[in-house]
Nanobody, 127 residues
């Protein structure tokens, strides 16, 4: 397994959860990392991304100000801290690794950029 996500669960609206995704070094070092989510009956959508150095972070408008992406390059781990959760945040959350090392373009939100995907972790937010 190259990407292993964890941390999902059931939380009440307004609560917080933290997701983690451990990756193999081969696909982590030097690669941008992203979080996507897919709700039942909906397409997979971009949530957040972080550059390979950690110096740049990007968020979907729907989560901006509530979610924080970070990475620990020494641990080959990317995180997603989710605060102020809403029922509409309910989804399976996937971490992903970019297909191109040191990519600095602007298509970080496009799932086609990502070559490796974790198995997903379910986040359920009750109202």
């Amino acid at each position: 397994v190259q990407l292993q996500a964890s941390g999902g669960g059931l939380v009440q609206a307004g609560g917080s959860l933290g997701l983690s995704c451990v990756a193999s070094a081969r696909i982590f070092n030097g690669y941008n990392m992203g979080w996507f989510r897919q709700a039942p009956g909906k397409e997979r959508e971009f949530v957040a991304a972080i550059s390979w150095s950690g110096g740049s972070r990007y968020y979907a408008d729907s989560v901006k100000g509530r979610f924080t992406i970070s990475r620990d390059n020494a641990k080959n781990t990317v995180y997603l801290q989710m605060n102020g959760l809403k029922p509409e945040d309910t989804a399976v959350y996937y971490c992903a690794a970019d297909r191109e090392r040191y990519y600095s373009g602007s298509y970080y939100y496009d799932p086609r950029r990502y070559a490796h995907w974790g198995q997903g972790t379910l986040v359920t937010v009750s109202s």
